[in-house]
């Protein structure tokens, strides 16, 4: 099985504690897009964002996106398989 490229977090109950750890290991895995729909989506995109920047040494690029509260996990899927700048699989996380 490919290891997914792509990331759709959904988000039940905003934001996590264990969130710093999914993003490093997003980041070990060469993960290049991450799409957040769910609970304070805005909010874990922002997190992530700067989980990726770090103290801006070495900083990973990774796309992401929030989706507003009106679309579902599906829109969100959809979005991330058009994506044809990040190859690869999608694969959904709850948080």
């Known amino acids: 099985m ?7 977090l959904h988000s039940l109950g905003g934001s996590r504690s264990n969130l ?5 290991a997003w980041i070990a895995q060469g993960v290049g897009y991450v799409g957040v729909v769910g609970e304070d ?3 874990i995109e922002d997190e992530i964002d700067w ?5 801006g040494k070495n900083s990973y690029f990774m796309l992401t996106a929030a989706h507003a509260s ?3 996990l599906q ?3 959809q979005l991330a ?3 044809s700048t990040v190859a690869g699989t999608v694969a959904v996380v709850e948080l």
């Open 2 to 8: 490919d290891t997914p490229r792509k990331i759709v």
């Open 20 to 24: 710093p750890a999914l993003v490093t």
């Open 41 to 43: 989506a805005a909010a």
């Open 51 to 55: 989980l990726c920047i770090g103290d």
């Open 70 to 72: 009106g679309e579902t």
């Open 75 to 77: 829109d969100a899927i």
């Open 81 to 83: 398989e058009q994506i």
